[in-house]
């Protein structure tokens, strides 16, 4: 039997369809499961609240639970490293942040590649850190701090949350910038370095604001700045440290990445969801409360973003010649 033209090409073109049609509908189904989402950080963190904060508003969206594994350890690497292995079908994504670009870097020896095994899927939000002092300090702003370090070569001390932490690139940028000598003192988390803050054996820190403000709001701790390009609406009096040190910025940022290979279709859904999520005044105040900015991109864009990030943190950790502990 012959079939007519018209309908031969109808039949041809369904049959070349066929082999990406188990790829379709499995996209089209995503998700049919729970998600997991693995945060490299212990519960209570910035990145845990940030995770369960989308993770809430995705699931309610994507119409299935997500699912917050917390997986701490080698600053994050155990987390991504479990994540690079996972099968690349949406169900496991991973909680990124500046610490990732970081760890590019600073670890020589991965059992990975970041920017080469993480497929950026999209950025949630930008928390500057605070240049903050003990009040001991008499330095009320960043020129007086650094003509202040200069005239006390060596015997300014700041803390961090450990070697390696943003916060502690952070101060090591900052010594680059204004040509000053001042001495990294890392603690095991961001409480102890706070306490000894607080009591002034160091003088000065590069901490995120969410963790600050309350003290500096009582007084107990003096702002000098904030480390973001731009003014924060939390501390809008706040000047930025860029304002004396052109160029200079130093925030926190969280971002969602998955398992290389995920599909586009996968990849595509989970971003139009998390920026829409952040689009919505409600998650704005609630991520305003924790000191930061939605950072809505697209995973291309966000992809650009994050070996820009790495390509930054790369001449800090090779300058300043920082080890992990």
């Known amino acids: 039997m012959k079939l007519p033209r018209r309908a031969f090409l109808h039949l041809a073109a369904g049959a070349a369809a066929l082999p990406f049609a188990p790829h379709v509908a499995r996209a089209q189904a995503y998700p049919s499961r729970p998600v997991r989402m693995v945060v490299g950080f212990a519960p209570g963190g910035g990145a845990d609240i940030v995770a369960r904060l989308i993770g809430q508003w995705l699931s309610e969206r994507l119409g299935q639970s997500v699912v917050i594994e917390n997986r701490p350890g080698a600053a994050t690497n155990i987390a991504i490293e479990g994540v690079v292995r996972a099968p690349p079908d949406g169900y496991t994504i991973a909680m990124i942040t500046s610490t990732n670009a970081i760890n590019t870097t600073l670890y020589e020896k991965l059992n990975f590649n970041f920017i080469r095994d993480i497929a950026p899927v999209g950025s949630i939000s930008r928390v500057p850190n605070v240049m903050a002092v003990n009040p001991s ?117 969280y971002g969602i990445g998955a398992p290389r290979n995920t599909p586009a279709a996968i990849v595509a859904r989970l971003n139009e969801e998390i920026n829409a999520i952040l689009a919505d005044a409600k998650l704005k105040e609630r991520l305003a409360d924790l000191g930061g900015d939605p950072l809505p991109m697209t995973p291309a864009d966000f992809g650009t973003f994050i070996v820009e990030e790495v390509e930054k943190w790369a001449k800090v950790v090779r300058i300043s010649g920082a080890k992990p502990d």
Do not use: C
């Not at 961001?190 to 604001?209: E, H, I, K, N």
């Not at 000098?224 to 924060?232: D, G, I, K, Q």
């Open 137 to 253: 300090v008499p330095a009320k702003t960043v020129r007086e701090f650094i003509a202040y370090a200069k005239a006390n070569p060596g015997k300014v001390n700041y803390g961090s949350a450990g070697t390696g932490a943003p916060s502690h690139l952070a101060g090591e940028l900052f010594g680059m910038m204004a040509d000053i000598n001042i001495q990294h003192v890392p603690y095991r988390g961001s409480a102890p370095a706070l306490t000894d803050l607080l009591g002034g054996q160091v003088q000065v820190a590069f901490s995120p604001m969410a963790a600050l403000i309350e003290y500096i709001r009582a007084g107990t701790l003096r702002a000098l700045a904030v480390t973001s390009a731009t003014r924060s609406e939390l501390l809008p009096d706040l000047p930025t440290v860029a304002d004396v040190l052109p160029g200079y910025e130093a925030s926190t940022w």
